[in-house]
C-alpha cells in the first residue's frame, strides 16, 4: 500500500469497495451515521422511549428529574477521525497490517462523507498528538488524510499508548457537534473511559476497532520471541506448550471482554475491523448493527 499514490489508493477504494457499497445501501449512508449532524432544538422531559445517551445530567440534577437533550438534523455533517497511530497498530498479517486498514477505513468514510457534501478532519496520534488536520470538504480533504497518513513515521518504539491523551484532545479541541470515529486497537494503559464517555455527551462517537487473529489465538510454531510493540520488551515461548496457548487466548478474551464492556456503558457503538475482513462486509455488519440500535435504543444502551 505504501508505494502507491493516494491517488491511486482512493481509485481503488473507488472501485473495490465504495461501488459495492453503492449497490447494497443504495445511497442510505445516513444508516451509517444516525444521529450525527444535529443542532440542540430542546429540552424536553425523559420518556421511556428516548435514547439515554441525549440524557442531559445538568439539568437532570437541578430539576430532580430526568431530561433529554431534542436534537433536529442538520444538513451538514461534521465528521473526525481519531487515529492511533502507535506502534502496535503496525502489527499484523505477512499481508496486511492494522495501520492499512486504518488507512483504507479513513479512505472509504472520508470518501463516502465529502461525496455528500460533508467535511471530514483528523487528529493523529503516535506517543503524543503528532498532527491536526482542520475539518473540509471536498476530494483534496481525502487525498490529504491518505497521503498524510501514509507519511507519517512508523515508530519503533514508544511509551505505553494512552488513549485518554488523544480522547481529551478531542474533548478540548472539537467544539461542534459532530461525528466522531474513533480507530485504534485499544491497546492502551488504563482510563481512558472517562474521557470516552465525555465526548459521548456532547457528539455521536463510534468505535473502529483493529486486530489481528494472531493477538487472539497464537499458532503452534515452536519456539519464538514474543516483542512487546509498543515497548520493545521481548519474551522468548514455546508455542508448543498447549498451556500456554490457552492461558495467551483467555487473557485476550479478557481484554476483549473488558473493552466491549466499556463501549457499552459508554454507549458506544463499535465495529470490529481484523486484518482478514473484508472491509464491504464489516462496514455492512455496522450499518446492521446501527440500524438495529436505531429501532431499539434501549436494547443496545
Known amino acids: 500500500m505504501s508505494l502507491a499514490t493516494p491517488e491511486r489508493i482512493l481509485q481503488r477504494l473507488d472501485w473495490t469497495v465504495i461501488r459495492r457499497l453503492d449497490g447494497v445501501l443504495q445511497g442510505e449512508y445516513r444508516s451509517l451515521f444516525t444521529g450525527a449532524g444535529l443542532d440542540l432544538a430542546e429540552i424536553r422531559e425523559y420518556t ?21 437533550r431534542q436534537y433536529h438534523e442538520d444538513r451538514e455533517i461534521n465528521a473526525w477521525f481519531l487515529l492511533d497511530l502507535s506502534p502496535s497498530v503496525d502489527f499484523g498479517t505477512v499481508n496486511a497490517l492494522k495501520r492499512d486498514y486504518l488507512i483504507e477505513f479513513v479512505g472509504v468514510m472520508s470518501r463516502l462523507l465529502t461525496r455528500h457534501g460533508n467535511r471530514v478532519g483528523a487528529i493523529f496520534y503516535g506517543s503524543h498528538i503528532d498532527k491536526v488536520i482542520p475539518a473540509a470538504g471536498g476530494k483534496l480533504q481525502v487525498l490529504r488524510l491518505i497521503n498524510d497518513l501514509q507519511n507519517e513515521p512508523k515508530l519503533k518504539r514508544a511509551p505505553f499508548t494512552s488513549l485518554s491523551t488523544l480522547l481529551n484532545a478531542a474533548n478540548n479541541f472539537i467544539r461542534r457537534r459532530s461525528l466522531i470515529f474513533i480507530v485504534s486497537d485499544f491497546i492502551s494503559e488504563p482510563g481512558w473511559e472517562v474521557p470516552l464517555r465525555l465526548l459521548t455527551q456532547r457528539h455521536e462517537v463510534l468505535s473502529v476497532r483493529l486486530w489481528d487473529p494472531r493477538e487472539v489465538d497464537i499458532p503452534d510454531i515452536g519456539m519464538v520471541v514474543i516483542e512487546d510493540a509498543e515497548t520493545g520488551e521481548q519474551l522468548f515461548v514455546d508455542t508448543h506448550d498447549k498451556k500456554f496457548r490457552e492461558r495467551f487466548t483467555k487473557a485476550a478474551q479478557k481484554r476483549e471482554q473488558e473493552i466491549t464492556q466499556s463501549f457499552k456503558r459508554a454507549g458506544v457503538d463499535a465495529m470490529s475491523l481484523s486484518t482478514e475482513d473484508d472491509l464491504v462486509k464489516a462496514i455492512l455488519r455496522f450499518a446492521s448493527l446501527r440500524k438495529e440500535r436505531k429501532a431499539h435504543p434501549a436494547k443496545g444502551a
Request: negative net charge; charged residues 30%.
Open 48 to 68: 421511556a422511549e428516548d435514547d439515554i445517551r441525549y440524557m442531559d445530567w445538568n439539568v437532570t440534577a437541578r430539576m430532580g428529574m430526568p431530561y433529554v
